[in-house]
């Protein structure tokens, strides 16, 4: 999945930090007023079609927490238990924030967030794989 280098952060150094647990509690404020999901999709999707080099490992399962996360919001899509869609969130919420454990505008800035989203996708694996074969079956749309 993910080549994490030497220089760049481990997903527990950042699971870790003040900012993801800003991060979390957000999410749950986000989980509590869905409607405010596809705001901060759209946020995420232009700061990810910025930056998509970078996040070129993570692409893909980046694009699948959007569409999750929007299905989620729509209440369509609700197979999912409570800790995946907090973490998926969080992750999101995470990468939208230009402050965090490496900043965005500094060289290598967003290492953090594709470790992150990285750790995310293996963490939730079984939910991800879950959602796109609900997609499948559904006739969705899998790929943005």
Partial sequence: MFNFRKKSPEASEVRKSKWFKNA???????????DKIPSLIERA??????KSGPLRE?????????????AYAKKE????????????LAS???????????????PGGFIDDASLIAWTLGSVSVDIENFRQWEKEKGRQTDE
């Avoid at 979390?24 to 869905?34: I, Q, R, V």
């Avoid at 999707?45 to 910025?50: N, S, W």
């Avoid at 899509?77 to 998926?88: A, L």
């Avoid at 999101?92 to 500094?106: A, G, H, N, T």
């Fill in 24 to 34: 979390k509690s957000k999410a749950k404020n986000y989980l509590d007023s869905p």
């Fill in 45 to 50: 999707k232009k700061k990810a079609k910025k």
């Fill in 58 to 70: 993570v692409w893909e399962g980046l694009m699948t927490f959007f569409r999750l996360l929007k």
């Fill in 77 to 88: 899509y609700r197979e999912i238990p409570w800790e995946s869609i907090v973490f998926i």
């Fill in 92 to 106: 999101i919420i995470y990468f939208v924030m230009p402050f965090d454990l490496i900043s965005d505008f500094l």
